[in-house]
């Protein structure tokens, strides 16, 4: 998730909330660019910092984001509901912001920087964000109501959320956002291949082994490979389904016959149906 903050009051797209946040960071060069709490604009080449964002996108989250809500585009107002749950071993303290962008807004800037993305249009409801504390295995839902101005193009506006810890780590754990149109909608599966299909857990956490339940048409090929928080895979389970729903489970030992130690593990599912992905805990 991308936003972009504009903290020079003479700046066309700045806002009070923005100027506020930027201290959050107790950087105000400009142009800086930031991933979590760490400025990597200015000291790394171009290179880098993509290498580095890259490198943190694919790192494994210790949080599931779930992100919903609602909107009526004839009075321009709405609501998203945001449930972050701690898949981790340990109680994560940290604050949840919620913020309103906007895509595709033309300015040039003096510095030839003419289209901007994901500029911040409100924090919602302010730029400090809740404190919470989510103990391990537990969800913690907030929900903010929002209003989309009339000088913005709703087409082009998000919102999100994300979950960072204050000073010095200024971590953030997990982050999301939804197009603010698509809230209108409800989805909903229509098939009747689209019912039958699907993975869940039986159990999350778990200890003494992981069960999936899965749901796929009979004599269907699957496979199921889980991995540790540093991506090395320790398991690897491969069948055929000879019923609608049935289920399998890994006696968490690695591939060498050795017992896996507790913290969070993430597995993908894939077959001819349903690829999918997911992750646990185990204790």
């Given at each position: ?29 400009y ?24 490198a ?17 585009p ?16 340990a109680s994560?303290?940290?604050?949840i ?34 404190q ?7 969800t ?11 000088s ?44 039958m299909s ?12 992981v069960?999936?339940?899965i ?55 894939i077959s ?10 185990v204790?």
């Amino acid at each position: 998730m991308l936003v972009e903050l504009h903290s020079v009051s003479t700046d066309t797209f700045y806002t009070p909330e923005v100027g506020a946040r930027i201290n959050f960071y107790n950087f105000l060069g400009y142009p800086s660019l930031f991933r979590d709490g760490v400025d990597i604009w200015t000291n790394w080449s171009p290179g880098d910092w993509r290498d580095s964002i890259v490198a943190r996108m694919n790192r494994p989250s210790p949080i599931t984001l779930t992100i919903s809500g609602s909107y009526n585009p004839s009075t321009n107002n709405g609501t998203v509901d945001a449930s972050f749950r701690n898949d981790s071993t340990a109680s994560i303290t940290a604050r949840i912001y919620f913020v309103i962008t906007e895509d595709s807004l033309y300015h040039l800037d003096p510095n030839g920087h003419a289209w901007h993305n994901h500029v911040c249009r409100d924090f919602l409801p302010t730029q400090t964000g809740e404190q919470v504390t989510i103990p391990s295995g537990q969800t913690v839902t907030r929900s903010r109501n929002f209003t989309i101005a009339a000088s913005w193009n709703e087409n082009r506006c998000s919102v999100g959320t994300w979950l960072q810890a204050d000073a010095p780590s200024r971590n953030v754990f997990q982050a999301g956002q939804k197009k603010v149109m698509n809230l209108i909608y409800v989805d909903e599966e229509t098939s009747a291949e689209a019912d039958m299909s699907s993975v869940s857990l039986v159990a999350n956490p778990c200890v003494s082994a992981v069960v999936f339940s899965i749901r796929l048409p009979e004599t269907t090929n699957y496979q199921i490979d889980v991995f540790d928080i540093l991506g090395r895979r320790v398991g690897k389970i491969i069948g055929i389904t000879s019923q609608g729903k049935e289920l399998v489970s890994w006696n968490l030992q690695d591939e060498t016959g050795n017992s896996v130690s507790a913290g969070v593990y993430f597995f993908r599912f894939i077959s001819q149906k349903l690829n999918t992905t997911g992750k646990f805990v185990v204790r």
